[in-house]
């Protein structure tokens, strides 16, 4: 349990402070974050309404110019089940699962469970521009 409080501590940080050493965010940003949370406000994977992340489907530091398409968004929660970890970035933040809304959709289909999600999307970690 206390490992579990501490990696959810750590997404917490690297969260807040996600700007640090990326290419400058563009001033519409902020607004756009929001506006795209007050649409979306809840975990596409889970259904969490707690401690959400508009998430970047292609990472803003390899992507910059989809900083701001919302097709390129999708709102994972940083919560208990950690779906912005592990599903959005396979549980490693140095890749990313450009299959996410994918997997969401099989969760809220039923189709998979959030366990089997899990593991498949760490299959599809990337670490580069492809």
């Not at 349990?1 to 290419?23: F, Q």
């Not at 707690?50 to 929660?77: A, G, R, S, W």
């Not at 140095?94 to 593991?119: F, G, P, S, W």
Request: one cysteine or more; proline letters at 2%; aromatic letters at 10%.
């Amino acid at each position: 349990m206390m490992i579990k409080t501490i990696k959810r501590a750590i997404n917490y940080i690297k969260y807040k402070t996600r700007s640090l050493g990326l290419p400058k965010r563009s001033s519409k940003w902020r607004k756009l974050e929001k506006d795209f949370l007050e649409k979306n406000s809840f975990c596409a994977v889970c259904g969490s309404k707690q401690t959400l992340n508009v998430h970047h489907i292609k990472p803003f530091h390899l992507y910059p110019e989809l900083e701001l398409d919302v097709n390129n968004l999708i709102t994972l929660c940083m919560g208990k089940k950690e779906c912005h970890l592990l599903i959005g970035h396979g549980a490693d933040f140095k890749a990313y699962c450009n299959r996410v809304k994918k997997y969401a959709q099989e969760v809220q289909d039923n189709k998979k469970t959030l366990q089997e999600i899990y593991e498949i999307a760490k299959q599809c970690r990337k670490y580069e521009r492809s």
